[in-house]
């Protein structure tokens, strides 16, 4: 299924797929790292865990006539997406404050943000993925303005959608990080993955999180917490 590596990130591989032009086999890691890459670890069964709820999710997106560039699931830890070129922006929206937004602007945490909050990061490593704003990601992206609109609009969209899901298995999403990537056809479509690794989760009765935080501060147990999101997925759909 799989032909030439294209590129090595901290938690998945990327492959042309073989004999398929315009497609690309999604190879998820057991690798976890935060704070750039200054905190390290591999957990046996993260990288399928990650596979089995994006792989679960992006269906309920299209369900909801969310354009993504996810096709199949092809293996315990693969998944055929369509290429695309990745806009280099990470894109972030808020529900409620927690992270690097508390510290940055000093706001009490769990102040509810209504309407959610867009933030834009660079991609780039070297940088830290620093926060910019528009004018910033014009200049450093190849996005036009216009595209630029259709992002965050898709942004809030796809977070109305991710809310309903999570609401109805008892997580609150407080915040996640999107990529947006760009067809051959110039069709902008969301990319990347949807996971514990780049969504933050909170049991909606008991506040326990169920993501990469417990990692991230050393306050739980990675795998157990990714197996009790992707069981509660697993039994709602
Ligand atoms: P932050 O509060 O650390 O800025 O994170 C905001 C959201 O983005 C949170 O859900 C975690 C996610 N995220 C990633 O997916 N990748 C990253 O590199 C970072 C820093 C955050």
Redesign the pocket.
């Known amino acids: 299924m799989k032909a030439d590596l294209l590129y090595e990130g901290k938690a998945k591989r990327v492959y042309q797929a073989k004999d398929k032009p315009g497609q690309l086999v999604l190879a998820y890691k057991n690798d976890a790292t935060a704070f750039n890459g200054e905190k390290k670890a591999s957990f046996t069964g993260k990288g399928q865990l990650n596979n089995d709820i994006s792989s679960l999710i992006f269906p309920l997106l299209h369900d909801k006539n969310i354009q993504t560039h996810f096709i199949e699931r092809l293996s315990e830890t693969e998944q055929l997406v369509h290429q695309t070129e990745i806009i280099p922006l ?1 894109v ?1 929206v ?1 529900n409620l404050a ?4 508390t510290k940055r602007l000093g706001i009490e945490e769990r102040t509810k943000f209504n309407p959610p909050i867009i933030e834009l990061f660079y991609k780039n490593d070297e940088l830290g ?1 620093p926060l910019i704003n528009d004018e910033h990601a014009l200049y450093l992206s190849n996005v036009t303005s216009t595209e630029l609109q259709e992002i965050k609009e898709k942004a809030l969209e796809i977070n109305k959608q991710l809310t309903a899901v999570f609401k109805k298995i008892d997580v609150e999403l ?4 999107l990529e947006f990537g760009r067809l051959a056809s110039g069709c902008m479509v969301l990319a990347d993955e949807i996971s514990p ?4 989760l909170w049991d909606s009765t008991t506040n326990e999180k169920l993501d ?1 935080d417990v990692f991230r501060h050393g306050t739980g147990d990675l795998l157990e917490v990714y197996q009790e999101i992707f069981r509660r997925l697993e039994a709602k759909s």
């Not at 690794?197 to 933050?200: A, I, N, Q």
């Open positions: 990470e972030v808020r927690t992270g690097s937004i993925d407080v915040d996640f990080k690794d780049t969504c933050r990469k």
